[in-house]
């Protein structure tokens, strides 16, 4: 693993002002526009980003406290929680964008050497060190800042950041199955392997682009032939 915890907080702060900054101002006409992703308006996208940082902040207090509070109490209490979010007032969005934020990173400072040693449990089940709190945090808001379709771009967010989403998300698919790919990046010295079916297929592109690919966001990489991609299975 290439990344660090600094990294980490580094890029949840950076992920965290292009969020802040994409949104800043924004009334009912902007809000209630479409995401980038499916069925999504941008309400539903602030709602579930504001709700992650609670739900971050719930695992913060686990670390601190030693008392377990998990992010959710139920995916259907998550799915819930984005549905009624989405009916809010952009106001109301906007204010619990910036309070949820402000929380957890309040939250994070206070914790000491030793509780960020703390296990705590993801809502996927995992048990992490309280460390990798940031690193979940940077792949929300980097992601989904891009996924406002307010302008930001993959190609906006810090190198080592994508760098590491590919690493992660390169893991999390070599158990599904799909076309075997091999990505090379032109613009740093990255190189992956899916492991797939058929013949590799050899792909290139500067490493947003791989990233955007990988996380199953439009892209713009061909094959070595000029051809398209191979289309990846979902992932998550
Ligand atoms: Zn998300």
Redesign the pocket.
């Known amino acids: 693993m290439r990344r660090t915890f600094d990294d980490a907080l580094r890029w949840s702060e950076a992920g965290t002002k292009l969020l802040l900054d994409a949104t800043a101002g924004w009334g009912e006409e902007q809000y209630t526009a479409p995401s980038a992703l499916p069925d999504w308006s941008r309400k539903h996208l602030v709602a ?1 980003v504001a709700a ?1 940082a609670d739900a971050l902040s719930n695992l913060v207090h686990w670390a601190a406290t030693g008392e377990e509070t998990p992010m959710y109490s139920s995916p259907q209490q998550r799915n819930a929680d984005i549905a009624a979010g989405a009916t809010e007032p952009a106001a109301e969005l906007a204010g619990w964008l910036r309070e949820s934020t402000e929380r957890l990173a309040f939250g994070m400072a206070g914790l000491n050497t030793e509780q960020w040693r703390a296990e705590v449990v993801t809502a996927q089940g995992r048990t992490v060190p309280a460390t990798e709190i940031p690193w979940l945090r940077s792949r ?1 808001v980097c992601v ?1 800042a891009v996924d406002l379709a307010a302008g930001v771009a993959f190609a906006d967010l810090p190198l080592g950041f994508l760098a590491a989403l590919a690493d992660d998300v390169v893991t999390m698919r070599s158990s599904a199955l799909g076309p075997a790919v091999v990505l090379t990046t032109t613009d740093t010295d990255d190189r992956w392997a899916l492991p797939g079916e058929g013949a590799i297929a050899p792909v290139v592109g500067p490493l947003a682009e791989v990233t955007a690919y990988l996380v199953g966001r439009p892209h713009t990489l061909t094959k070595t032939d000029g051809s398209p991609a191979p289309a990846l299975p979902a992932w998550l």
């Open positions: 579930h992650d929300e989904h």
